[in-house]
């Protein structure tokens, strides 16, 4: 059965700092990842996706499919990036469209 | 353009009763997706609605049930309320299956 993990409930760093958001899944074939972010008081919007390999607001994921892992990461860290975090899985064939969304990380970036 | 947009934004029922809630896509999608928001289960998916066919569905009872129409607006009805259900339920919309999905700011379900 699909499913997405994200180990951290909670992440703190100071400003600067890198940062690194870990997700694991498990899937027994090719599946699409995403990462999803909601900022305070406001929608959840995705911030990307593996298959476009381009990073957002400095961000970077890759997909290592031999860990199973598709983890977020920035090298420096702003005040701006304090959010909620969700990864999310989408399989291939007719389950395109389904997303298994991992419980989220709360991060803080600290001033 | 305008995004995706759920009404009602709070609804407030009592065991027994039903419910019927909306979601109005963004102009040009015509995939819409709910999903269910607990602090205990995280986010699930509920369904997906393409060129008004349900696609998929997730492991929910039959009281929760859908449709989408012909311009691709979309309503899920829950029966037979229980506690339970009290949850943030999001609908999101993308050009079709697969596509990135854009989330509404979701309908706050209570059930007293």
């Known amino acids: 059965a699909q499913r997405v993990t994200q180990p951290e409930k909670l992440l703190s760093v100071f400003k600067g700092a890198p940062v690194e958001l870990k997700c694991n899944y498990s899937y027994s074939g090719s599946p699409e990842l995403f990462w999803y972010v909601q900022y305070s008081r406001q929608r959840l919007q995705l911030l990307l996706r593996h298959i476009s390999r381009e990073s957002i607001k400095g961000f970077t994921a890759d997909l290592n499919k031999g860990e199973t892992s598709f983890h977020l990461k920035k090298p420096f860290a702003q005040e701006e990036d304090s959010a909620m975090y969700y990864c999310a899985l989408s399989p291939g064939g007719s389950t395109l469209g389904r997303l298994y969304f991992g419980r989220g990380t709360q991060l803080t970036v600290w001033p | 353009k305008a995004g995706v947009t759920q009404t009602p934004r709070y609804l407030i029922k009592t065991r027994g009763q039903q419910v019927t809630l909306s979601c109005s896509p963004i102009?040009?999608?015509?995939?819409v997706s709910w999903y269910q928001q607990t602090p205990g289960q995280g986010l699930q998916f509920l369904f997906e609605y393409f060129s008004e066919t349900q696609r998929n569905k997730g492991n929910f009872p039959g009281r929760f049930s859908g449709r989408q129409f012909s311009n691709s607006r979309s309503e899920m009805n829950v029966s037979t309320l229980e506690l339970g259900d009290s949850a943030l339920y999001l609908c999101a919309s993308s050009f079709g299956p697969g596509q990135p999905q854009h989330f509404g700011d979701g309908t706050r379900l209570s059930i007293l």
């Open positions: 102009s040009g999608h015509r995939s």
